[in-house]
């Protein structure tokens, strides 16, 4: 077994002519791992993207099985990139789950890419408070990405223009008005306050709720029936169909859909967090939802442990072993993330994944 100056010495040796190899991302130094290997013994660590049969590699290609008297391994590690940030301005082609937002707001993320059952054209997905500033934009607004709290510039940064969105109602709102802005935050999201109308703290067995809607706001009119929501959810055009891959960061191509449920592991990809897991707690839930100084009702809501941050809404949820929709993130605490099922979504704004 080679010492281990022979391995470096070996590694030097054959570095440069190897990396000019089909296939080959790097050379270094490391475990033998197959069989034949003595415990510890050191060799020489061909990196690969793929590995292949050797009757798919020309003769030049094939790493030999020694070099210098040290013997030689092959590790795959698929294709190596620099990791970006969700926050960053991805040019000249933006993939799903990063910063995007209304040119209004701060920043939310970008789900998906769905195709509109009518037009068949091709839609970004996100929440209505992400791309629609929580009812007070216009059909045709801009667009940015990365959001503007992430630097996004209007217009430098404009990559689409809002189409429609789901109202949020509000108690008592027959036919809502437009809301202020969203407050600034951290990402700009809004990271909701949650009152839970069926004791979700014993639901969860912890002894806090997962967030209270302030008292003054709750009782400020009593008399104000609730309205019913069941999505926050909007679609943008973008100007150009082809900037965008449809591949979500850390997960890939989503492809269909599959209801929540208990017990159920779901994936993430968002603006602020990037790639987290959870797992469905609760189903069927009736939440209310801080929007500033309103508060609005959503029921059949899906309700998670804790995988997301202000900046996350509008985050596609897919479960955890296939790659397939569940949801549309939209709010949470530092106990708790909710979205809405995403075939309401997909119903009410009439698209398809």
Same mark, same amino acid.
């Not at 603006?271 to 508060?295: E, K, P």
């Not at 995988?307 to 809404?313: A, I, K, L, Y």
């Given at each position: 077994m080679a010492n281990g100056q022979d391995v470096f010495q070996a590694q030097a040796a054959v570095q440069d002519e190897f990396m000019s190899r089909e296939n080959v991302v790097g050379v270094a130094v490391g475990f033998k791992e197959d069989k034949t290997a003595t415990q510890g013994e050191v060799s020489v660590v061909v990196l690969v993207e793929q590995k292949k049969p050797l009757a798919a590699l020309s003769a030049r290609d094939v790493i030999p099985p020694n070099v210098d008297g040290v013997r030689t391994d092959v590790y795959e590690v698929g294709y190596l990139r620099a990791f970006a940030t969700p926050r960053d301005r991805f040019r000249p082609t933006i993939p799903s789950g990063v910063s995007i937002g209304h040119y209004k707001i701060t920043a939310g993320t970008l789900g998906t890419i769905v195709t509109d059952r009518i037009s068949g054209e091709k839609l970004i997905l996100s929440n209505n408070h992400v791309l629609a500033n929580s009812n007070s934009a216009e059909i045709g607004d801009p667009i940015l990405q990365p959001g503007p709290t992430d630097g996004g510039q209007n217009p430098a940064d404009t990559v689409a223009r809002l189409e429609r969105f789901v109202r949020i109602r509000f108690p008592g709102d027959d036919d809502p008005g437009p809301l202020p802005p969203t407050p600034p935050g951290e990402g700009g999201c809004l990271l909701a306050l949650v009152n839970l109308l069926n004791a979700l703290s014993g639901l969860l067995g912890q002894e806090k709720q997962v967030a209270v809607v302030p008292k003054e706001q709750a009782q400020? /009119?009593?008399?104000?029936?609730?309205?019913?929501?069941?999505?926050?959810?909007?679609?943008?055009?973008?100007?150009?169909?082809?900037?965008?891959?449809?591949?979500?960061?850390?997960?890939?191509?989503? #492809?269909?859909?599959?209801?929540?449920?208990?017990?159920?592991?779901?994936?993430?990809?968002?603006?602020?967090?990037?790639?987290?897991?959870?797992?469905?707690?609760?189903?069927?839930?009736?939440?209310?939802?801080?929007?500033?100084?309103?508060?609005?009702?959503?029921?059949?809501?899906? !309700?998670?442990?804790?995988?997301?941050?202000?900046?996350? #809404?509008?985050?596609?949820?897919?479960?955890?072993?296939? /790659?397939?929709?569940?949801?549309?993130?939209?709010?949470?605490?530092?106990?708790?993330? !909710?979205? /809405?099922?995403?075939?309401?979504?997909?119903?009410?704004?009439?698209?398809? !994944?």
């Open positions: 400020e /009119n009593p008399k104000v029936q609730a309205v019913d929501n069941m999505v926050d959810a909007a679609v943008a055009k973008p100007l150009d169909p082809n900037m965008f891959t449809g591949e979500i960061r850390n997960i890939g191509m989503v #492809s269909g859909t599959k209801p929540a449920a208990l017990g159920m592991g779901v994936r993430k990809s968002g603006r602020t967090t990037d790639f987290t897991t959870g797992t469905v707690t609760l189903v069927n839930a009736t939440v209310n939802i801080s929007y500033g100084s309103q508060s609005a009702r959503f029921v059949n809501q899906v !309700i998670t442990t804790a995988m997301s941050q202000g900046g996350d #809404s509008g985050s596609l949820i897919v479960d955890g072993t296939e /790659n397939k929709a569940v949801g549309l993130l939209f709010a949470g605490s530092t106990q708790a993330t !909710i979205f /809405n099922p995403i075939d309401l979504v997909l119903n009410e704004l009439q698209i398809d !994944i």
